[in-house]
């Protein structure tokens, strides 16, 4: 009889195809993968290590399930990921309930961990994250019309902020011909919209090609038979050149939905951030985007209360978010976090001035979301349908609203099925929440 294994994945996207990496190999060795943390022998889970709030939800998770063990309701707890390699020296110490610990260079080792818990051995896995394969079979945890595509791991941006590169080693592409194979499978196997990540898609390529290459990938995508969408995140503008642009144009399946992560606009904080580019370079790729392709839409995330951020220097944030009237957009308090260079300033500013700062931003995007979701009432929109909500409703998803951060478009017709395209006239809306009717039951 198999063993079973459940597994939790916290974080980003990129996580979660680590996730789906480790479920495979667990799957190729024969484990049986159970949806409730109950019904296994050894849970796993995928941590989050980026900021304190991703480590509270990591710890909060792993003691639950350490409390299943407690009962003797499962044998063995295993923990990999960003949380595990930040804390390598003395997370198994600190936390004595975990039986097993993966580090991000040993997601492969997953079945030898697991084995050796089984066993009522346990022990660390801890292989350099710089050297690691980061390819492989996935077990899908998303719904099959939709699917992440990881084209790149580890960072080189060394942002002042930000730990990543020190969790996820230096930044490396793979190869074209093996994201191709894996984008086929995928189609073959129901995606109709394929969701682009890395910590920076914008570089591919440049480290094995010796230029950005991601137009070109871009180009070999859009020809896949089944692949309907094609989604990008996490897009730099510095690194944003004409070829890139007029290749996301041409190509109608290229959504016109730009993530940019731009964390802030005033050239004193970019700089001391270690961002690249400036506040002007920033405007005019937005504005440069907005002219060529006019349906764009924008997502990005701010940083507010970075060490030393004065007033104007925030204001200057605002004034910007007020006037280029970015569609989609979340606010962060800085987070000041250990290893990270910023952390040693001495200039930190108190957290009731972040929280002020971040709160006159939500108010302002509240009122930028809803002045767009009222110009479009009257338009037809394509909307990818995902299911039903936990209340029972209806939904979907236009190219404007990416998986689990944008908003989503309600409507009520049986007749369409989750994972089918159709055509959506909107009646009404409150904010990003789109309500509307289908004009065509049809696939879109």
């Not at 993530?259 to 904080?269: S, T, W």
């Not at 936990?390 to 049986?414: A, T």
Request: net charge negative; proline share 2%.
């Amino acid at each position: 009889m198999a063993h079973k294994v459940f597994l939790i994945s916290l974080g980003c996207a990129k996580n979660l195809v680590n996730s789906e990496q480790m479920l495979a190999i667990l799957d190729k060795e024969g484990y049986e993968i159970v949806q409730r943390p109950e019904d296994c022998d050894v849970a796993i889970v995928n941590t989050c290590g980026f900021i304190d709030s991703a480590k509270s939800e990591a710890i909060e998770v792993i003691l639950k399930l350490a409390g299943l063990k407690q009962e003797g309701i499962i044998k063995g707890l295993v923990v990999a990921g960003c949380l595990t390699e930040r804390y390598k020296e003395e997370f198994l110490k600190e936390l004595p309930e975990v039986d097993a610990a993966l580090g991000t260079g040993s997601y492969n080792d997953i079945a030898e961990a697991v084995g050796a818990v089984l066993k009522g051995k346990g022990g660390e896995w801890y292989k350099s994250s710089a050297t690691c394969d980061f390819s492989g079979d996935r077990y899908l945890l998303t719904p099959s019309y939709y699917a992440y595509l990881r084209i790149a791991e580890g960072c080189d941006n060394r942002c002042s902020y930000c730990v990543i590169p020190y969790l996820r080693g230096p930044y490396r592409s793979r190869t074209m011909e093996s994201l191709l194979e894996e984008a086929r499978k995928l189609a073959a196997n129901g995606c109709k919209e394929l969701l682009v990540v890395a910590q920076d898609i914008t570089r591919y390529g440049i480290d094995l090609y010796g230029e950005r290459t991601l137009y070109k990938l871009l180009e070999e995508l859009c020809k896949i038979e089944g692949i309907e969408w094609i989604r990008l995140h996490y897009m730099y503008p510095d690194e944003i050149d004409d070829r890139l642009l007029e290749t996301i144009r041409d190509n109608d399946k290229i959504l016109k939905y730009f993530d940019l992560p731009l964390q802030h606009v005033n050239n004193k904080v970019l700089k001391e951030m270690n961002r690249r580019g400036s506040g002007q370079l920033i405007r005019e790729r937005i504005s440069k985007i907005r002219e060529m392709m006019p349906e764009s839409v924008f997502r990005t995330s701010m940083i507010v209360g970075f060490p030393g951020e004065t007033w104007e220097e925030y204001q200057e944030l605002y004034d910007f978010l007020e006037e280029y009237k970015l569609e989609r957009a979340g606010f962060f308090c800085y987070s000041q976090e250990e290893g990270a260079p910023s952390a040693e300033r001495e200039d930190q500013i108190p957290e009731e001035v972040k929280e002020e700062r971040r709160n006159r931003l939500f108010v302002l995007q509240e009122r930028v979301m809803d002045e767009f979701s009222a110009q479009l009432i009257g338009r037809k929109l394509k909307i990818l349908c995902c299911g039903y909500d936990e209340s029972g409703r209806q939904y979907g998803r236009s190219y404007m609203d990416s998986v689990d951060v944008d908003g989503v478009v309600y409507f009520d017709d049986e007749s369409v099925e989750e994972g089918e395209f159709v055509m959506v006239e909107i009646v009404d809306a409150v904010a990003s929440e789109l309500y509307g009717e289908v004009v065509s039951s049809q696939e879109a």
